[in-house]
């Protein structure tokens, strides 16, 4: 490749070679993970700069792999207008970790998404791994680089798009995948110093008339913006975007007027090659053309062109003098940099009441549907005065989703948690766990909560089928079932014809819990499970999922055996008992939970209007759900408490 001396950027395409190595032996599991559980859904990719190149990238992949349609934003998109995030799975894309806007835009997806929310760093320590790590329930995905970019993004670009084309390209792995060195990639036919070597001549003419029109294959969007971007950042040259048809409705006048003025490169793929060489043939002689012909917009072509592009930008910073890697930042540019926007935007206000919208949403009263009814409205006022007069001596919550994260079934719940249940029992209040899981959940409260505490807290496991103390271990039962049998041939046989089941586990008598591809939702999956019951006759009413999982409950089992085991042996009436769960509407697994007339939801409220409400914040979900409402208890030491302030 031709040198461009000692300058910043010469050094950072240097290294090119070295962060490609790198990022093919880089784990992407995880990453792979996150894009699984979301090939259902369209997604949202946020990023600045460089950034939103990798976020650019991300969509067009995910389009192209899954058929959902997905959109790249910047921070301000996001800031703006939070409500993009409301139904998509979100990506951030950050290579510090340190730019304002990104963080910004963290804390209004996460607040206003219903869906998962991940980040992509290349720094562990950074303010947004931080601000990500206390926001909660956001996944992280940390990819250090070792040498820091200068005024462009070069390496951590070249990183973080490699790690997300080899995401979803070693998904199918009977495609073609990307080359072990940098060496083996091409332009067209031609390697890619060939490529830039080629067009000289282009670059000398395009530094003369100061100007560059780039025109582009849709599916190649990620390259022309990308070039657009380091071309403008860097004050190098005054660039137009424009994809190949669009060009055609109007921007030819240059062309006609202003021919002295343009220069054109086109970014183009086999399937428009004919479209372009036809264009081509009808522009004027005397203006520059250069082409960046590639065979497709498959993971190699993309990663091709991002690094193409990149030694043009060398090539014209040579000629200009300029070093793209440190152009001369000037002072007031660095202060518009680090504007904190949270003191400047206005944050978006909720049009309707946070509890008012989550019901209309479970009920399935979704825009355009009226959603200012009369009995909906009296229904939330009347359970919450009714929920603030009321005097409880016991509170039962589910378990993952609502003392721990869904995301980190391993781990036990937060210290803030403990802490709130240790108050709980140690004030005489009667507390239950219910769960869909087993030993695991008692053994994990046992890691970390002292025996006198234990032994005064009631858990139900497999859904309440099996009830005791938590300081008393599992015993395996004996009996069988032949409705559960039944059920595991079915689940054993969809496993043969491909479904996604990751594994599965028979709890006899009490239930069959199947495990799908993690990250996988499971909505979808208790479709395909019901419809499997149900052909071979049995009952579905017991087919329940919580986020990780679907459970098929033996008759007779179900979360709301914890409250009655409560009821006959402590004799609290039934309405001095308040339910806590995170999946309220059936089939979620806390329906028959939420069912109890004194319940709160931490995530999907149940559709009943006069219970199962989820009060907290609209931001607040799950785990922090969880915490707020354990906030607003107004506790004694007589094993009684009520729930004040909750309409502040």
């Known amino acids: ?108 997806a996460r607040r206003h998404s219903a869906r998962p929310v991940h980040v992509i760093v290349n720094r562990a320590d950074c303010p947004l791994v931080l601000e990500a790590d206390a926001l909660g329930d956001v ?73 560059l029109t ?32 669009s060009y055609a409705h109007g921007r030819h006048l240059w062309l006609a007027n202003r021919p002295d003025d343009c220069a054109i490169l086109a970014i183009t793929d086999r399937a428009l090659s004919g479209l372009w060489d036809a264009m081509k043939d009808l522009f004027p002689a005397q203006v520059p053309v250069y082409t960046m012909r590639l065979h497709g917009a498959s993971p190699n072509d993309l990663i091709s062109g991002l690094i193409a592009q990149m030694h043009l930008v060398g090539e014209i910073g040579k000629l200009l003098k300029i070093d793209p890697g440190k152009p001369g930042a000037s002072d007031f540019g660095r202060k518009l940099y680090y504007l904190n926007l949270s003191d400047h935007i206005e944050k978006p206000h909720d049009h309707q009441h946070k509890a008012i919208s989550s019901k209309y949403d479970t009920i399935g009263a979704l825009w355009p549907s009226n959603r200012d009814h009369g009995p909906v409205n009296r229904a939330e006022k009347e359970f919450i005065q009714d929920l603030e007069s009321k005097i409880f001596k016991c509170i039962v919550f589910d378990y993952d989703g609502t003392l721990c994260s869904s995301q980190r079934r391993d781990a036990p719940p937060d210290a803030a948690i403990l802490r709130h249940l240790t108050r709980l029992v140690e004030a005489g209040v009667h507390v239950g766990i219910a769960s869909g899981r087993g030993d695991s959940v008692q053994q994990c409260l046992e890691s970390c909560l002292p025996a006198e505490i234990l032994e005064k807290i009631t858990i139900g496991l497999y859904n309440g089928g099996w009830i005791s103390k938590a300081d008393k271990s599992v015993m395996p039962s004996g009996q069988t079932s032949e409705f559960l049998s039944h059920v595991t041939r079915i689940i054993v046989r ?117 219970r199962g409400w989820k009060l907290a914040p609209t931001h607040l979900r799950d785990v922090d759900a969880t915490l707020w409402y354990l906030q607003k208890i107004d506790l004694d030491l007589q094993g009684l408490f009520r729930f004040v302030a909750i309409r502040d």
């Open 214 to 245: 780039i025109v582009y294959s849709p599916l190649l969007k990620p390259i022309a913006a990308d070039l657009e971007s380091k071309l403008s950042e860097a004050a190098l040259l005054h660039v137009q975007l424009v994809d190949l048809r």
């Open 494 to 610: 969809l496993k043969g014809l491909g479904i996604p089941i990751d594994s599965y586990k028979v709890n006899p008598p009490y239930q069959v819990s199947i495990r799908f591809r993690e990250g996988l939702s499971t909505d979808k999956m208790w479709f395909v499970v019901a419809d499997a019951l149900r052909q071979d006759g049995l009952d579905t009413t017991g087919l329940v999922k919580s986020k990780h999982s679907v459970d098929v409950l033996a008759p007779g089992i179900n979360k709301s055996r914890v409250i009655a085991d409560i009821v006959q042996k402590t004799h609290i009436h039934p309405y001095e008992i308040i339910t806590v769960g995170d999946q309220g509407a059936w089939p979620g697994n806390d329906f028959a939970l939420l069912e109890h007339k004194y319940s709160l939801s931490v995530d999907v409220p149940s559709r009943r209007l006069d």
């Open 139 to 211: 996944k992280s995905h940390c990819y250090e680089l070792a040498n820091k970019d200068g005024y462009l993004a070069t390496n951590s670009l070249l990183l973080d798009s490699i790690l997300v084309a080899r995401a979803y390209s070693e998904l199918n792995p009977q495609l073609e995948q990307l080359p072990r060195t940098i060496s083996e990639l091409k332009i067209g036919d031609a390697s890619i110093e060939e490529w830039v070597n080629d067009g000289k001549k282009f670059v000398e003419a395009c530094v003369l008339r100061g100007t």
């Open 1 to 108: 490749m031709t040198s461009l001396g000692e300058s910043k950027y010469s050094q950072e395409m240097d290294l090119l070679q070295d962060t490609y190595a790198g990022a093919m032996l880089e784990d992407v599991r995880d990453l792979q993970k996150a894009i699984v559980g979301a090939s259902e859904a369209s997604l949202i990719g946020v990023g600045s700069g460089g950034s939103f190149t990798v976020a650019s990238l991300l969509c067009n992949l995910h389009e192209a792999y899954t058929g959902r349609v997905s959109r790249p934003s910047t921070p301000l998109e996001i800031i703006c207008n939070p409500t993009l995030a409301a139904s998509s799975p979100v990506f951030l894309v950050s290579a510090e970790g340190k730019n304002p806007d990104v963080i910004e835009a963290l804390r209004r």
